[in-house]
C-alpha cells in the first residue's frame, strides 16, 4: 500500500473523484470520503451536535454581514415546507439536511479560513461526536498520518 498518498473527499454525486475511487483503490490508495451520496458540508450538518450548527450559522452570517435570522429566512424559503416557525430551535434530520444542501450550494465553507473556523468547531464538539461518520473518517486520517 502506498502510504504517501490519501484521498479525503466528498461522496456526493457532483464530485468528479467518485468514478475513480474504484481505480484508487485499487491502487491500494487509501480513502477517507462521507457517507454515500454526501458532501463534506452535508456531513458536517448531519453530524455535529446542534450548538456546532449554531457557531457554524453564526459564523457564516458574520462572514456575510447578515443578521442570523436573514440567513435563516433565506433557509426557509428554500425549504419552506419542511420546517415549523421555529426552524432555527428545531434539531430534526430535515433541518440539518436543510442545512447541509444551502451550505453546499452557496459554498459557505470553500474557503481556506472557513475550513479553519469549521476544523475547529469539528474538533471542539470531537467528544459528543460518539460515532458519527466525520468523527470515524478524522481518526482514520490521523491513524493514517501516525503510521
Not at 20 to 49: M, N, Y
Not at 60 to 87: C, G, H, P, R, W
Not at 101 to 106: F, G, L, Q
Request: a negative charge; proline letters at 2%; charged letters at 35%.
Amino acid at each position: 500500500m502506498d502510504k504517501s498518498v490519501c484521498v479525503f473527499c466528498d461522496s456526493d454525486s457532483d464530485n468528479e473523484l467518485n468514478p475513480s475511487k474504484s481505480e484508487l483503490k485499487e491502487a491500494d490508495i487509501e480513502i477517507f470520503d462521507c457517507d454515500e451520496g454526501k458532501a463534506i458540508e452535508q456531513q458536517v450538518f448531519q453530524d455535529l451536535p446542534w450548538d456546532g450548527i449554531e457557531r457554524l450559522i453564526n459564523y457564516v452570517a458574520n462572514d456575510n454581514n447578515k443578521d442570523v435570522k436573514q440567513l435563516i429566512q433565506s433557509i426557509e424559503s428554500t425549504y419552506k415546507d419542511m420546517f415549523s416557525d421555529n426552524f432555527e430551535y428545531s434539531d430534526t434530520p430535515e433541518t440539518r439536511q436543510a442545512i447541509g444542501e444551502v451550505a453546499k450550494s452557496n459554498k459557505w465553507l470553500k474557503r481556506i479560513d472557513h475550513g479553519e473556523i469549521l476544523g475547529s468547531i469539528i474538533f471542539e464538539c470531537f467528544e459528543e461526536l460518539n460515532s458519527k461518520k466525520i468523527k470515524l473518517q478524522l481518526e482514520k486520517l490521523s491513524k493514517w498520518i501516525d503510521e
